[in-house]
């Protein structure tokens, strides 16, 4: 199957603590670029390209969908395709307007204006016309070894390619309550010539249709490793010819700068393929190019390359893990900055001397730290890691999270004091239940608050320790005095808004931006009605005074996170400092 469930944490799989394609590869490319940008959340703005590949990969996928009337040559193959070609690039383009519209931070020198429907046309046809190759390669082996099992109506894959002649699979089916995500009307069916006569090329389209991620479903389709460190989503499986070949897709040309990863990544979906699947052989593996219409091939890495692979994604992991600060510095010291050189790298080569974050934002003075005033405080004074004394009772989970993650929970009491101490993320703490009824200490407890009741936060760097004579009791934090807010103000040094769809189908928002207090970072973040008007026009260089901000931990980091009934925002656009 290409898609799985998480072994640990809740149904929607994402967790900072897992490897991903997309994390490796950048942080063999640039260990700082990956700090900043997936610990810290410090990103660049969005620009036209990031656009274009999302919303072409969705296009093309929907028109691979479609079932061909009986067509015996390539001709009339692509005359049937072309015009739905057409249609889909017009959707893409408003699709890709509409995204761009209402992000609240563009890059400034590109416009939406400068992307054309040709231009989506021409990207989508390209990769029609490599789907065409491998159906020209279907037809040249006579459909291979399932065309007679597909004449005949059988089931071939337990999870089949998505078309619209069929329902979508969703990984959490019990996850969708309404009618209408799980009835979809049978539009089309496929032409199959009788059984024994030689195949046709609408049935080579049928037959190499790949696996790919499903348009309609709104839920992940992601694979996890077993031991639920890793997860990762292809873009296409082919599996026509018995054994899979696995392909991710690419918006540009092999020139590029972000190439030089493809490698990388497609071994990593291979890797993961193997651990999933009973160390099952990939065929190949590959690249396309929709910019440049290339077809790059690389061979799937065997058992023994397999095992060298883990080794290293296991070291890169542990060394993501053990990144301990829980306020990220921000600049670099001098020699902890990187050369720059590296594609993606924005903000990871400023170091704290030198014009270099002057010159990517004008409007911050050379370094002109906003101090502490006032009640407020710095970032690498807010309170992190305390530890806490009590029993341990009330055990309940896995139950979703304020990010709609299952993790586990207790309450610990001491005295008339009680709080909630539950898992940071899925699976951080495992065996939190283990505990309960006994007298603890919780050392390196993470603080936060929500729904205005304190929390506690565990991860895999917390401990608990039953209390006996042996046990060190010094430096406990009373409960009555761990502080779970904070007064904070700074310089906002990024912004994104990202919009989604939970697993049952509610739609979510969250406003996301960096505050910079000239020493350290923090990503502070709104959901719901606490995006405001005030933040939603946020832009980079502004100053923001936050008062009561809640305390919340990603991964072990400080997240700031505003409650718009508790939380004072006070913000002055960069035009006015």
């Not at 990939?282 to 890495?301: I, V």
Request: net charge negative.
């Amino acid at each position: 199957m290409p898609v799985g469930l998480p072994p640990l944490g809740g149904p929607l799989g994402r967790s900072r603590g897992r490897l991903s394609a997309s994390s490796l590869t950048t942080y063999l490319r640039c260990p700082r670029q990956w700090l900043l940008g997936y610990v810290a959340g410090l990103r660049g703005p969005l620009r036209p390209s990031q656009v274009i590949g999302v919303v072409v990969e969705d296009a093309l996928c929907r028109v691979l969908m479609h079932h061909p009337p009986a067509i015996n040559d390539e001709a009339g193959l692509r005359a049937w395709v072309t015009p739905l070609v057409a249609h889909e690039a017009a959707l893409a383009y408003e699709e890709g307007r509409t995204t761009w519209e209402q992000a609240v931070w563009t890059s400034p020198d590109a416009t939406w204006a400068d992307v054309t429907e040709e231009r989506l046309a021409t990207l989508i046809m390209n990769g029609v016309d490599l789907f065409l190759g491998e159906v020209q390669l279907c037809v040249s082996a006579n459909g291979g070894p399932y065309l007679e099992a597909a004449r005949a109506g059988e089931s071939i894959h337990a999870v089949p390619a998505p078309t619209w002649g069929s329902p979508p699979h969703f990984p959490r089916p019990e996850k969708v309550p309404s009618h209408r995500f799980k009835s979809w009307p049978l539009e089309g069916a496929p032409a199959w010539s009788p059984s024994g006569s030689p195949v046709g090329w609408s049935e080579g389209w049928e037959l190499a249709r790949p696996w790919f991620k499903d348009p309609r479903v709104h839920q992940p389709q992601r694979l996890f490793h077993p031991e639920g460190w890793a997860a990762g989503e292809l873009d296409l499986v082919l599996r026509w010819k018995g054994t899979p070949t696995l392909v991710d897709i690419k918006s540009g040309t092999p020139s590029g700068p972000f190439s030089v990863s493809l490698k990388h990544q497609l071994e990593f979906y291979a890797w993961l393929w193997a651990a999933t699947h009973e160390d099952a052989e990939l065929e190949g593996l590959e690249g396309w190019y929709l910019g440049s219409k290339e077809r790059l091939r690389y061979d799937a890495p065997d058992g023994a390359e397999r095992h060298d692979l883990e080794k290293q994604y296991k070291e890169v992991h542990r060394a993501m893990l053990q990144q301990d600060e829980t306020v990220v510095s921000f600049p670099a010291a001098e020699g902890a900055g990187c050369d720059g050189t590296a594609p993606g790298c924005i903000f990871c080569s400023i170091t704290v001397s030198g014009d270099a974050l002057t010159r990517l934002m004008p409007s911050l003075r050379a370094f002109d730290r906003p101090a502490p005033a006032g009640a407020s405080m710095a970032l690498s004074d807010v309170q992190g890691r305390v530890n806490v004394r009590g029993g341990l009772t009330g055990a309940w989970g896995p139950l979703p999270n304020h990010f709609g993650e299952s993790v586990n929970g207790m309450v610990l009491v001491a005295g008339d004091k009680h709080i909630v101490v539950e898992e940071a993320e899925p699976g951080s703490f495992p065996d939190l239940h283990a505990h309960v009824g006994k007298q603890v200490v919780i050392r390196r407890a993470l603080p936060g608050v929500w729904r205005d009741q304190p929390r506690l936060y565990l991860d895999s760097d917390a401990e608990i320790e039953p209390v006996t004579d042996g046990v060190e009791l010094t430096d406990i934090t009373r409960l009555g005095l761990l502080r779970t807010r904070a007064n904070v103000r700074g310089h906002v040094l990024s912004v994104q808004r990202r919009d989604g769809v939970r697993l049952d189908g509610k739609p979510w928002a969250m406003l996301s931006f960096v505050l910079w207090d000239g020493s350290a970072v923090a990503e502070t973040v709104a959901f719901g009605s606490s995006m405001s008007r005030s933040l939603l026009s946020l832009k980079p260089g502004d100053a923001v005074t936050l008062t009561g901000a809640e305390l919340g931990w990603r991964g072990g980091v400080l997240q700031l996170r505003i409650d718009n009934r508790k939380t004072r925002v006070e913000h002055r656009p960069v035009s006015t400092e």
